[in-house]
């Protein structure tokens, strides 16, 4: 069963940084392209940052780009952000998901993170 | 990097069928057949029902399909049923490793 467990999401004030994390379990990680998706309370999806198996296509939302810094290490089956600058309109529940390839869809989904930008 | 263009609500009684619309540019949805689309329940998880404009995954019913035509997408749900209350969000590929969603549609069942 694929599984997508993410963490390091909490209460941070504008202009630091945090880390997310996403665990993956029951596929093989490194086939297969992964994405960050935030939602803000109340509003739509928004797509934030994605990378392929290899780390070797990487794209960013313009509203994070230059912040934010996605990363994976394919030997522990993780997918990190790196969100640093943070602004209050940061604040947002993140998934982490998985994709067949960088352009295909996102065919699961973790429950989310919750990241409150506040001072 | 602009979101594609979602009707904000839709409804019908069930049994019936609505289409719900998404529209791009030739930039995003008009140049790529990576068209998804996404249910989500309230409080839950988005959940994939339509990828690649018209294919469904394993385990989505049938009533579910989905279309393209130039820059606009459509999601179409047959044999509206009490459960297909949700959020639908449409997603393109838009070049360079992006991605852009739709900005939502709220379906409700009469």
């Known amino acids: 069963e694929v599984q997508l467990v993410e963490s390091g999401g909490g209460l941070v004030q504008p202009g630091r940084s945090l880390r997310l994390s996403c665990a993956a379990s029951?596929?093989?990680?490194?086939?297969?392209?992964m994405h960050w998706v935030r939602q803000a309370p109340g509003k739509g999806l928004e797509w934030v940052s994605g990378?392929?198996?290899?780390?070797?296509?990487?794209g960013y939302a313009d509203s994070v780009k230059g912040r934010f810094t996605i990363s994976r290490d394919n030997a522990k089956n993780s997918l990190y952000l790196q969100m640093n600058s943070l602004r209050a309109e940061d604040m947002a529940l993140y998934y982490c998901a998985k994709a067949g390839g960088i352009a295909a869809a996102l065919d699961y989904w973790g429950q989310g993170t919750l990241v409150t930008v506040s001072s | 990097q602009s979101a594609l263009t979602q009707p904000p609500s839709a409804s019908g009684s069930p049994g019936q069928s609505v289409t719900i619309s998404c529209t791009g540019t030739s930039s995003d949805v008009g140049g790529y057949n990576y068209v998804s689309w996404y249910q989500q329940h309230p409080g839950k998880a988005p959940k994939l029902m339509i990828y690649?404009?018209?294919k469904r995954p394993s385990g989505v019913p049938d009533r579910f399909s989905g279309s393209k035509s130039g820059n606009t997408a459509s999601l179409t749900v047959s044999g509206l049923q009490a459960e297909d209350e949700a959020d639908y969000y449409c997603c393109s590929y838009a070049g360079s490793n992006i991605k852009v969603f739709g900005g939502g549609t709220k379906l409700t069942v009469l």
């Open positions: 690649e404009v018209s």
């Open positions: 029951g596929f093989t990680f490194d086939d297969y392209a």
């Open positions: 990378i392929s198996w290899n780390s070797g296509s990487i």
